[in-house]
Nanobody, 117 residues
């Protein structure tokens, strides 16, 4: 089992920055893929960014060039650096961890990001 805990959400003005963290605990050696998803009210959940071991990060078109996904393997933590935030980035952001074959799926509880003036 893997437990995930997100942090770092909050209220920020348009153009501002936030850094989200997702701390993993438990059987972290099984984690191969990690992702950030978000869900805005009334909208379906959206894949924001993903990162896998020995692979390049990948991003949704809507955040390309503004968001950066990274990991600190020593601390078993996933990050999402969000710059130049827009009002449409407002959502609950959640992290997902999967094993290599994507059979096991673990979700965090989510953290609210609100971009508003």
């Amino acid at each position: 089992q893997v437990q995930l805990a997100e942090s770092g959400g909050g209220l920020v003005q348009p153009g501002g920055s936030l850094r989200l963290s997702c701390a993993a605990s438990g059987s972290t050696s099984t984690i191969y893929h990690m992702y950030w998803y978000r869900q805005a009210p009334g909208k379906p959940r959206e894949l924001v960014a993903g990162i896998s071991r020995e692979e390049m990060p990948r991003y949704a078109d809507s955040v390309q060039g503004r968001f950066t996904i990274s990991t600190d393997n020593a601390k078993n933590t996933l990050f999402l650096q969000m710059d130049n935030l827009r009002t449409e980035d407002t959502a609950v952001y959640s992290c997902l961890a999967e094993d290599f074959k994507k059979i096991l799926h673990y979700w965090g509880q989510g953290t609210q990001v609100t971009v508003s003036s």
